[in-house]
């Protein structure tokens, strides 16, 4: 299962960690896991295509995505992120679990 931990400060998103599989097939082969990479990887390097404002670390089966300066262009391009991924979660709610943490 792919795992989504969202960190948020009131409505401030700070942080962003995704781990994990979704295991709906085998590895390389994964429709869910490709949507979830695809989703945050086009939000992380759209957002810094446009600023420095976030930082991330990609390490095995992890991604750690860091506010380090509150804007409105990040706090929308995550929140957006969020809403897509409510939405594969949805669809596949066997294979991926969201968690929002203040």
Do not use: W
Request: with cysteine; glycine share 4%.
């Amino acid at each position: 299962m792919i795992k989504i931990k969202i960190k948020k400060n009131k409505d401030i998103i700070e942080e962003i960690i995704v781990t994990g599989h979704a295991k709906y097939d085998d590895f390389g082969k994964d429709i869910v896991c490709a949507a979830v990479s695809s989703i945050t990887i086009t939000t992380c390097n759209g957002i810094m295509s446009l600023e420095d404002s976030i930082f991330t670390k990609a390490d095995s089966g992890k991604l750690f995505i860091g506010v380090e300066k509150v804007t409105d262009i990040n706090q929308r391009l995550l929140n957006n992120m969020i809403i897509m991924l409510e939405e594969l979660k949805s669809q596949y709610p066997k294979n991926i679990e969201i968690r929002n943490e203040e």
